[in-house]
Antibody
Framework: QVQLQESGPGLVKPSETLSLTCAVSGYSISYAYYWGWIRQPPGKGLEWIGSMYHSGSTYNNPSLKSRVTISVDTSKNQLSLNLTSVTAADTAVYYC??????????????WGQGTLVTVSS | DIQMTQSPSSLSASVGDRVTITCQASQDINNYLNWYQQKPGKAPKLLIYDASKLETGVPSRFSGSGSGTDFTFTISSLQPEDIATYYCQQYDILNSLTFGGGTKVEIK
């Protein structure tokens, strides 16, 4: 059974960098699939942040592109997200999820439970 | 960027009713359209992928249709456990994903 678990600081100061990790169990992220990050501001809808293919190619939301870095630590089977220069607008529940098997980023079939990150001084 | 317009934003229906949600893409997305259910405090759950394919384990009262720019999600007989917010999501050949604004489904 594939499981994903996000972790990281729950509070980040404005202008600093938000850093989260997603521990994946039940599947090797270096083997196949896209792996991505999605966020949801309190009371609002879902926003795709970016995805990484198992080969290392990354794809980011154009609205966030210059602030987002997605990487993988294959030795730990973990996905990471760095979001720089955060503001209150980046306050959200952050999810990691598994995407398509091949071709395109596709459907998100396994999700973590999400972690709330608040940006505040 | 491809925009997804989902409607209605909310609806109220009785148990047993047929519920329909629509999603319109700003350009042709073939059948690259998925539907999710999200209950309060929980992660979204994939229900339908590639516009009309039912994810394993999802009840058959859920269905999807459409291609190109216009898509429909249907609950054939609304059940109390279906109370949730539903989202459409497209993906494109540039590996960009976009979600619709969501539809909150309530029991009348």
């Amino acid at each position: 059974q594939v499981q994903l678990q996000e972790s990281g600081p729950g509070l980040v100061k404005p202008s600093e960098t938000l850093s989260l990790t997603c521990a994946v169990s039940g599947y090797s992220i270096s083997y196949a699939y896209y792996w991505g990050w999605i966020r949801q501001p309190p009371g609002k809808g879902l926003e795709w942040i970016g995805s990484m293919y198992h080969s290392g190619s990354t794809y980011n939301n154009p609205s966030l592109k210059s602030r987002v870095t997605i990487s993988v630590d294959t030795s730990k089977n973990q996905l990471s997200l760095n979001l720089t220069s955060v503001t209150a607008a980046d306050t959200a529940v952050y999810y990691c999820a598994r995407g398509g098997y091949s071709g395109y980023a596709g459907e998100l079939d396994y999700w973590g439970q999400g972690t709330l990150v608040t940006v505040s001084s | 960027d491809i925009q997804m317009t989902q409607s209605p934003s909310s609806l109220s229906a009785s148990v047993g009713d047929r519920v329909t949600i629509t999603c319109q893409a700003s350009q042709d997305i073939n059948n690259y359209l998925n539907w999710y259910q999200q209950k309060p405090g929980k992660a979204p759950k994939l229900l339908i992928y590639d516009a009309s394919k039912l994810e394993t384990g999802v009840p058959s009262r859920f269905s999807g249709s459409g291609s190109g720019t216009d898509f429909t999600f249907t609950i054939s007989s609304l059940q109390p456990e279906d109370i949730a917010t539903y989202y459409c999501q497209q993906y494109d050949i540039l590996n960009s994903l976009t979600f619709g604004g969501g539809t909150k489904v309530e029991i009348k």
